[in-house]
């Protein structure tokens, strides 16, 4: 296969509506696999797009092969695909068909040594008779990969259940779910400060949640959650409207901007730069003291989609940063393109830099990189007093980090605000 195959959502919930329809017609059986190239984004990182593309076009490929259907294999995003399977005369038989899909795409993208192996993550739904609407289908098989994604074991008899329309959620699963819907996640945020005056300039909001049971849960897991549940788009929703109700609200006593991270996996989403101007729009913020944080991952999973939603974002007014500069593949041939006003160095760099030679030079080069495009540099990680001077030394414009500060409650970070006298003499 030559070119890259395209993402197809909107056909696929209409083929997938009209095979539901054909079931219930037919009283036939009707079955679902996600599948998901799980560990793309890396291959890209160290391997290059042209690796992961070719991997997308043979993944493809043989999903084409193995259906030999029309319309039934869709690619759903950056690395994920659906294929519908109709007509199943007994439905234990997806287990085979998933069996079959696995070995398959484990063997056709089985690249030489020097190249990481792809991680194949499959989920299920099952329509008995065509019993179930579309998306509850859909929703099904969501929660059956998100399980598997999430380290879950996936059993034929769970999904083969009567029913068929329980989602196979583990309690941290069920728990993130209610709290999404009940609005029970949190904002903690953390100051950025100008290196040169100690003065606060803005500060990041970072998600936190505890569960029921009184365990923290990491951002980068609830992340995760979402992402294989099917939620980033919602969870994103919700991380917007309460940043910008946020500022509204310190719009008018606190002279600070707020940063706010998407994740890599919407950044190409047509939907976000109208998620972000309605958001705007209902909260009256002034766009220019937003900042959308994406990391490296996010122009390097869809590149030209990414870029479009970036110029978007750019003509609104509001600032661009890219998180965790010098982690990912990066390419200056395209960071020279991305409209960002902000770069941010990896905490990995800024703690190392002062025994490291060498990432003391590196830290030193991306500030000088980042200063010839007209971009501020934020240094991460910033956890004592020897860290900040050597990045103020070298020209570092911003810092966020422990040694400022760690991420705080609403009302402790405005006392904190307003007790902040800048850094000591």
């Not at 036939?28 to 997308?56: C, K, P, S, V």
């Not at 998306?135 to 059993?155: D, F, I, N, P």
Request: proline share 4%; hydrophobic share 40%.
């Amino acid at each position: 296969m030559d070119q890259l195959p395209v993402i197809q959502r909107e056909h696929f919930i209409q083929r997938l509506c009209q095979a539901v329809e054909e079931a219930r017609a037919e009283e036939t059986h009707l079955g679902l696999m996600l599948i998901d190239l799980t560990n793309l984004a890396r291959i890209n990182h160290f391997h290059g797009y042209e690796a992961g593309d070719q991997l997308l076009k043979a993944a493809y490929g043989e999903l084409l092969e193995l259906s030999k259907l029309p319309d039934s294999v869709f690619r759903l995003g950056s690395h994920r695909f659906a294929f519908i399977l109709p007509d199943l005369g007994n439905p234990a038989y997806i287990a085979l068909a998933m069996n079959r899909v696995h070995r398959s795409l484990q063997t056709e993208l089985r690249e030489d040594s020097e190249v990481l192996g792809v991680d194949v993550k499959i989920g299920l739904g099952i329509n008995r008779q065509g019993n179930l609407d579309a998306m509850t289908m859909l929703a099904q098989a969501e929660a059956s990969l998100s399980h598997v994604k999430l380290g879950g074991v996936l059993r034929i008899e769970d999904v083969l259940a009567e029913d068929g329309s329980e989602p196979l959620q583990k309690p941290l699963e069920q728990s993130l779910t209610e709290a999404l819907q009940d609005n029970a996640f949190e904002l903690h945020y953390q100051p950025k400060v100008e290196l040169a005056t100690g003065t606060l300039r803005s500060a990041e909001a970072l998600l936190r949640w505890q569960s029921p049971e009184g365990e923290f849960v990491s951002p980068e897991l609830i992340v995760q959650w979402a992402e294989s549940a099917g939620r980033s788009y919602e969870l994103t929703k919700w991380l917007v409207h309460k940043t910008l109700r946020q500022l509204r609200e310190w719009q008018d006593t606190l002279d600070i901007g707020l940063a706010l991270n998407i994740p890599a996996t919407l950044a190409g989403d047509p939907d976000l730069p109208a998620l972000i101007q309605d958001a705007i729009a209902i909260w009256g913020v002034i766009p220019d003291r937003l900042t959308v944080e994406l990391t490296e991952s996010a122009f390097i999973e869809d590149k030209q989609s990414g870029y479009d939603n970036l110029l978007k974002l750019n003509k609104l007014g509001i600032n661009i940063s890219i998180d965790d500069f010098g982690t990912g593949y990066s390419s200056l041939s395209y960071f020279k393109q991305i409209p960002a006003t902000e770069l941010k160095i990896d905490k990995s760099f800024v703690d190392s830099m002062l025994v490291d030679t060498q990432d003391m030079e590196l830290v030193k080069i991306i500030i000088n990189i980042a200063h010839q495009f007209g971009l501020k540099v934020v240094g991460e990680g910033v956890e004592d007093k020897e860290s900040l001077h050597s990045l103020r030394a070298l020209g570092c414009d911003i810092v966020q980090g422990y040694y400022v500060s760690k991420p705080l409650p609403r009302n402790e970070f405005e006392a904190w605000a307003t007790n902040w006298k800048g850094f000591p003499q």
